[in-house]
T-cell receptor, first 112, second 114 residues
Framework: EPEVTQTPSHQVTQMGQEVILRCVPISNHLYFYWYRQILGQKVEFLVSFYNNEISEKSEIFDDQFSVERPDGSNFTLKIRSTKLEDSAMYFC??????????FGQGTRLTVV | AQSVTQLGSHVSVSEGALVLLRCNYSSSVPPYLFWYVQYPNQGLQLLLKYTTGATLVKGINGFEAEFKKSETSFHLTKPSAHMSDAAEYFCAVSGSNQGGKLIFGQGTELSVKP
């Protein structure tokens, strides 16, 4: 069964460093998303991406964040200068536009 | 604008008892509604969804939910809880037909006692 894969599963980084979280969406999907879940809180939408551009973003997704689909298979989330409050589980999801989004297992980001 | 409220951050039931997890939504457009389950240290797995048509939807693992427009609710039920049902459950709403952008509730942690 096709699935969304995310790497790494856990990333520890120092405050101020740049991190790139990687996702391989399901191959025939066209819509891609990043969500985050701060420990003990709800899952929050960050950004959606379609046709090689951002289609929607939340107020959380500020200038420190960027997304890219560099090679037609990977979908990445970059945080330019990490802050302590960026520590969270980050989920990638993809959809073929037919209502159901498939989620990856998540990357746990810990900023120290 | 859309929002989801899950009543009860933690629900505890005995094995074999009825599971009822409550979800109310707010949406300015016809909603699409979802329940996801998250087992410890894992991602989100779709349990069931309501889009159009039959208001009682059945999902995996014996769960079902009923869309009640008049009550703006989409409560999740299972007749008989199993130990393996212990997890975090999230209700979510989408207003588009593109899946993906979901607005989640706060989640309800379900504990199942032997």
């Amino acid at each position: 069964e096709p699935e969304v894969t995310q790497t790494p599963s856990h990333q520890v980084t120092q405050m101020g460093q740049e991190v790139i979280l990687r996702c391989v969406p399901i191959s025939n999907h066209l819509y891609f998303y990043w969500y985050r879940q701060i420990l003990g809180q709800k899952v929050e939408f960050l950004v959606s991406f379609y046709n090689n551009e951002i289609s929607e973003k939340s107020e959380i997704f500020d200038d420190q964040f960027s997304v890219e689909r560099p090679d037609g298979s990977n979908f990445t989330l970059k945080i330019r200068s990490t802050k302590l409050e960026d520590s969270a589980m980050y989920f990638c999801a993809s959809s073929n536009g037919q209502l159901e989004a498939f989620f990856g297992q998540g990357t746990r980001l810990t900023v120290v | 604008a859309q929002s989801v409220t899950q009543l009860g951050s933690h629900v505890s039931v005995s094995e074999g008892a009825l599971v009822l997890l409550r979800c109310n939504y707010s949406s300015s457009v016809p909603p699409y509604l979802f329940w996801y389950v998250q087992y410890p240290n894992q991602g989100l797995q779709l349990l069931l969804k309501y889009t159009t048509g039959a208001t009682l939807v059945k999902g995996i693992n014996g769960f079902e939910a009923e869309f009640k427009k008049s009550e703006t609710s989409f409560h999740l039920t299972k007749p008989s809880a199993h130990m393996s049902d212990a997890a975090e459950y999230f209700c979510a709403v989408s207003g588009s037909n593109q899946g993906g952008k979901l607005i989640f509730g706060q989640g309800t942690e379900l504990s199942v006692k032997p």
